[in-house]
């Protein structure tokens, strides 16, 4: 673990020619392994100093990012193959990306408990968001209805609603990370051809469409 390593590493990576918030997120991981390595006597002060020493990748210009139209979006939500346990999931992972504007590593906490009704209608109830702030966001019906499909074929009472699933259409382990929720939406992106559409460009999606329904500004951010 050195500066020419990490360099090396970050050559590799613009190659992958991956955005540079990404690189940039990556390298202050590194900086922070270093400074925690040096803490503990684990690495030389000189070669921690060289590592949190690299640059990062300079930000070119601002990418605006992504959103579907409702007829795109309800093309996603028809995309998986509702025969199969995985197909069900997938659609209420989706369903909540698109339907409630939820972040990926919300969808990957959101349990059971969160879904309750307020006032006669659902609702994502008190779920826990960046920078630890707390929100309820409201949850459409056919959200529910999907929710509560994959709820009802994987058998699910309490905990974490989404599950990873294996080939065989079984539930493995107690939860699923933000990484898979990332990975099924751009492997519906290959699918549907509609490369470099992420979670978060659902997130966008969700606001996109909700204010061309004629939801307020406030109510939305809100959300």
């Known amino acids: ?27 202050s991981a590194i900086r922070k392994l270093a ?5 503990n006597n684990l690495i030389d002060s000189r070669i921690a100093n060289g590592i949190r020493a690299v640059k990062g990748v300079p930000f070119r210009g601002r990418r605006t990012g992504n959103w579907l139209t409702k007829k795109e979006a309800q093309m996603w939500l028809g995309a998986p193959d509702v ?20 972040r990926r590593a919300e969808a990957a ?31 459409p019906s056919w959200a529910k209805a999907a929710i509560d499909a994959w709820i009802f074929a994987a058998r699910i009472e309490e905990g974490f609603i989404f599950r990873r699933v ?11 990370t933000d990484q898979a929720i990332y990975d099924i939406v751009v492997g519906y992106a290959k699918k549907l051809e509609k490369q470099g ?9 969700f606001a996109k469409l909700a ?13």
């Open 35 to 39: 400074s925690e390595a040096e803490d």
């Open 211 to 223: 204010h061309k329904g004629g939801s307020p500004i406030d109510q939305i951010q809100l959300s």
């Open 197 to 205: 559409i992420a979670p978060h460009d659902l997130r966008r999606s």
């Open 1 to 27: 673990l050195n500066k020419a390593l990490i360099n090396k590493y970050v050559k590799s990576l613009r190659e992958q020619k991956l955005s540079s918030a990404t690189i940039n997120q990556k390298l």
């Open 166 to 176: 294996n080939k065989g259409g079984n539930l493995m382990g107690d939860g699923i």
């Open 109 to 139: 906490i959101l349990s059971v408990s969160h879904i309750q009704q307020r006032e006669g209608r659902w609702a994502i109830v008190d779920i826990v968001g960046k920078r630890d702030k707390m929100r309820t966001v409201p949850m």
């Open 83 to 102: 025969k199969t346990v995985k197909g069900v999931r997938d659609r209420a992972v989706l369903s909540v990306l698109i339907g409630c504007g939820l």
